[in-house]
């Protein structure tokens, strides 16, 4: 799945959670750290893999069931030190999101094959094409099918939906210049 896929899945999860959770949207915090669970295992996993040779694949070490559950605890204690579980549960949402969504379709023909990532290192990773890095892969993936076309279709109700929700975090976004030249003039 590509990164605007993964972003409108985890939102559409959390914003989902929050409303019933809490009975409102996400927070802007919770939901810029869910964006970034979103994208966390790709960042990791395909420069590792495709640019720098260290992984033996795109879907491996941060992909894996055995390195969430790791990672989970390690965000949870973090969170609860500085006192915001709600963004340590926004990272992880996005996080396992994005796991989920990576499960190829033909699993719903019951067809396992390309799943063995959720237990890399203890089963081999699933084959993928070869890639000559993530700038190479952006520029010449041209395949516009239906799966890439539902991709699209999430990511506008998950854009419709986070401005149905007051677009939570995005002026906490647009706020950090203004807070850093404070910061530094102070």
């Not at 340590?88 to 379709?105: K, T």
Request: charged share 15%.
């Amino acid at each position: 799945m590509w990164p605007w896929g993964h972003l409108a899945v985890a939102y559409l999860c959390y914003t989902a959670y929050a409303h019933r959770q809490f009975d409102r949207p996400p927070l802007a915090l919770p939901a810029l750290a869910l964006a970034v669970g979103s994208q966390f295992p790709d960042l990791i996993d395909k420069p590792f893999a495709w640019n720098f040779d260290v992984l033996p694949g795109g879907r491996t070490l941060t992909h894996s069931l055995l390195f969430g559950a790791a990672l989970s605890a390690l965000v949870l204690v973090a969170a609860d030190r500085f006192g915001r579980r709600d963004v340590g549960v926004g990272f992880l949402v996005g996080h396992y999101s994005h796991l989920v969504a990576d499960v190829p379709p033909s699993v719903l023909r019951g067809d396992l094959s390309g799943t063995e990532y959720f237990l890399w290192p203890v089963l081999e990773p699933p084959a993928e094409e070869p890639v000559a890095g993530l700038l190479d892969a952006i520029l010449h993936y041209y395949d516009l099918g239906p799966y890439e076309i539902v991709q699209f279709g999430l990511f506008a109700i998950g854009a419709l939906v986070w401005y149905r929700d007051g677009m939570p975090g995005l002026a906490y976004v647009l706020g950090l210049p203004r807070r850093a030249l404070r910061a530094a003039t102070s």
